[in-house]
């Protein structure tokens, strides 16, 4: 008799589902990291569709945060669970896919990272730019050698026999540090520098080295 009627009171606490009428049991009214960290998706999978307010441009700044606070709340009045432990173990799910999810777009954007620079490293741009650098009496005289150069940022558009380039990359050597700064285009499928200058770290002195 006494396990008939725990059971049914546990159906009647069971509020999930019903709307803004739902009581929130306390224990899982708290900041939901699921909601936070996969907004919109986690919105679509719980029912939530106002999650998709992330869509909408500025609110979008807020929403993120209006999920992590009232997302627990909003998911178990928009959808039915089975229990209270039955709501928390799928929420933990959700926090641990949107971990794996976040880890798997670091790792991705670091290797596209280190592949892009690569590919700046290897363009013709690049060991133009280079060779006139180590080809310049200044540069030898405020540098030194041997000069080791970091990894080039910027921009590199080739298309056919055409292209423009705009990277800049750190070189060291014994004597000093600098930044150079280039712009190049290619044409009928040769790249020539317009502009290449390098930039003392210690002084600030910019030195032209196209002359």
Known sequence: MLDHTSCSDEIKENTSGQGVMATVPAEIDRWNWGAFLLNWIWGIGNNTFIA???????????MVFVLGVKGSSWAWRNKRWESVEHFKAIQRKWVKWSLIVYASLIVFSVGLFFVIAASFKSSDAFKLS?????????????IGKPMSTGIPMG????????????????VNGPKGKGTVFMEAT???????????VLEQDDTGRRIDLNK
């Open 130 to 142: 280079l060779a006139r650098l180590e080809s310049s009496q200044v540069a030898s005289q405020v």
């Open 155 to 170: 921009s590199v558009e080739v298309s056919g026999p055409s292209g423009r380039a705009s990277l800049s990359f750190s």
């Open 186 to 196: 290619k044409d009928l499928g040769q790249w020539q520098i317009n502009r290449i």
């Open 52 to 62: 998709l307010l992330m869509f909408v441009p500025f609110v979008n700044f807020v």
